[in-house]
């Protein structure tokens, strides 16, 4: 039995609404963290019992803990006509009928109540495409969720922000373009991102490129799409040589020329030079992201980031010297080894940079990162709710505002990651990322195209294959599901009142 396994909650959930069960188990982690769950199997050092009724049109839930855990909860709901939206209120009532015991028995209210869906937004953009105001959307998303008032805020912060920046017309698309190469691996990191090693994979993996976007261009032009963010991203897109970058740079040029935002992550400060920097200028972009994540040199040792502090700052003096005007910076609350002290001395490091946008990150664990192979612990959620309060005050000091956020599994303190930007410097990628309210038309390894309709909130989705020398072999076939994707006629529609997620 591994030390994992040893310390890890076992919880027996006995439940007739097995198709459920995911999301009962993420109600359990905002209290217990990790957790061994068992449904319907008995045996578990905590069991959870869940049972229901029917009378006329109303539905009775009960939820009862025995074992190592006691208490007992019970609500009840009326039946929704509608089956689509039956199963969501379905979902809702046991979720929030052990929530309620879960609270009762942990004494403390989690930050975003018993919300587990990462994109909580959409709650406000449901509630508002029912009539309400964005004031009574948020107090409704407050008050049904038990969300703390200051995250009720904060959503609506973030649509006030979002609802001022022009939403994706049905023919607009983003275009993504991926490279999933690392200089090395962030203990913290769950993406699909290999060690970019000897480099041998890079030039024939550029060549896949260069025929996808080629065909990502030819699909566009015969569907009459319009260019709207163009986002390299990864991965590293700087572990490319100049030479390499300006390639898949050059081939994606005609979507960028047209585009109204242009981003380049040039994540890693040990990746970035002069000569990669010029390139990416050259070719208009608009907006880079250098990213620290701490300022602390043992912090960077501890994490496997192979940069110092001393290298981001020459990034940063580089970058503004060849004259780019919009870098993003993002940090990360709760890495190992932190306390409160060091990461607001990182946060006031950082008013140096004077990075235009700011992402606060909370530290979170992964099944697929290294912290999780080592059996890290996450740290404590108060002292990391501490620190994103700490990038919050810091990020409206300097001007910012929130305009995008997420939520993730296994987060420090339940928390969430949140994009702050002077007013002007909103990503509008990450927007449509995150709301998806927007078509993406994405190139790489591993990388994910997307054609919504937001008049039905329909979102269909075509992956490309994930493993690189796979992708490399199979590059046409990847630009066929793109095509057989936006095979047939979508109608148009108005902005898109999301469903609720994870609620
Ligand atoms: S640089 Fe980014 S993508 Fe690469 S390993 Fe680190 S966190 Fe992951």
New binding site residues.
Partial sequence: MSGEEKKVLSVSLMTPTAQFSNDLADVLRIFWGVIDLRVNQPGGRVTVTHREEMSGDERTCEMELTGEATGFSRRSARISPDPLLEKRYHKRLIKQTLYDVMKRIAGAAPPWGSLTGIRPTRLIYEAMGRGLTLEEAAAETRALFDVRPDKAELLRQIVTVQTRIAEPRMNEVDLYVGI???????A????L?GEVGKGKQLPPYVDALEKEIAGILRLIDEKGLIPRAFYMG???PTSLDAGLLNRVLAAARPFIDRAREVTVEA??PDTIDESKLLVIRDHGATRISI?P?TMHNETLARI??RHTTAQTEAAYALARRIGFHHINMDLIAGLPGEDEAMFRQTLLWSRDLAPESLTVHTLSIKRSSLLHLWEAQLPDGGMVERMVEAGRAEAAARGMRPYYMYRQKHMAGNLENVGYALPGHECVYNIDMMEETGHVLAAGAGAISKRVDPSIGRIERAPNVSEVSQYIDRAQEMLARKQALWAGNWREGPRPRPGADGA
């Fill in positions: 999933p190469f690392c200089v090395s691996r962030c913290y990191c769950s993406f991102s990864g991965g590293t994540g890693r990213n994540q496997g980031r």
